[in-house]
């Protein structure tokens, strides 16, 4: 029911060619991996022209002069819901088959990030998913009311619509140990849902390894040549 395609955003087209040890242990790894999956990579115009494409006017001119990453954010929301299939960030090492998190049942991957929140990096899920269209929703909401913040438009908003969803009422991220078993317990009574506990970097739902020594410093590295700023602003 999960479409095999993979929902890639960077700056060039190319970033799967290339001979970087983050794609050689990333995404390249996993493009080499699944050669059933199709596998898309949007530019910045893209999600520009996607954004217009599937926006009422009035909230793409809310995003239109805002950051790339902050676009994504809600970019990887549409493209899941409207089209399926996984959105995946380019700095996630990999090397497990996508086609051992899916069965004919599966509508849903959803990992969470220890006991913190929803693993915003990796979205899975068949097209038209409710929960993924009610974070859309809150997500435009937000922007009209005036909020800014990328950090609560994105990765919080993401918990607290999937939360609302799951168990009734907003769950902050950092919720705790109890509060986050709580809705693991709800979801794993969901039989079309699968749930992973991520332990980023080198413990997550698409990688179990040690073959990558210093991640940090393969993404500043790579960030640094490709002349991108970091999300975060740090780097």
């Known amino acids: 029911m999960i479409p095999k395609k993979v929902h890639i955003t960077w700056k060039t087209k190319d970033i799967l060619e290339s001979d970087h040890p983050l794609v050689t242990y990333g995404i390249g790894r996993l493009h080499k991996m699944n050669p059933d999956w199709t596998f898309e990579v949007s530019d910045d115009a893209d999600i520009d ?9 009035a909230d793409f001119n809310l995003i ?24 995946i960030d380019i700095d996630k090492l990999c090397n497990v088959s996508l086609n051992d998190l899916v069965d004919d049942g599966t509508m849903w991957v959803l990992p ?3 006991d913190y929140d929803f693993s915003q990096d990796f979205i899975m899920s068949e097209p038209e998913n409710p929960v993924i269209a009610g974070t859309i929703r809150l ?11 990328d950090y609560f438009l994105g ?11 799951i168990v009734g009422r907003v ?6 140990v109890e509060a986050m078993e709580e809705i693991r317990s709800v979801l794993k009574t969901m039989p ?5 506990r991520e332990d980023p970097p080198y413990n ?5 390894g040690n073959d990558v020594a210093d991640l940090e410093s393969l993404k500043r590295d790579f960030y640094a040549k490709a002349g991108v700023k970091h999300w975060t602003g740090e780097w």
């Open 49 to 57: 022209n996607y954004l217009k494409a599937f926006l009422p006017s």
């Open 112 to 114: 969470f990030c220890r």
């Open 171 to 176: 769950v902050n991220t950092d919720p705790g």
């Open 192 to 196: 079309f849902v699968k749930i992973y």
């Open 64 to 87: 239109k002069d805002n950051k790339m990453p902050h676009k994504s954010d809600l970019w990887r929301l549409l493209k899941i819901y409207n089209e399926g299939g996984l959105y």
């Open 139 to 149: 997500f435009l909401q937000r922007k009209r009311e005036g909020i800014t913040n």
């Open 155 to 165: 990765a919080q908003t993401y918990m607290h619509a999937i939360t609302m969803a």
């Open 204 to 208: 997550t739902i698409v990688y179990n």
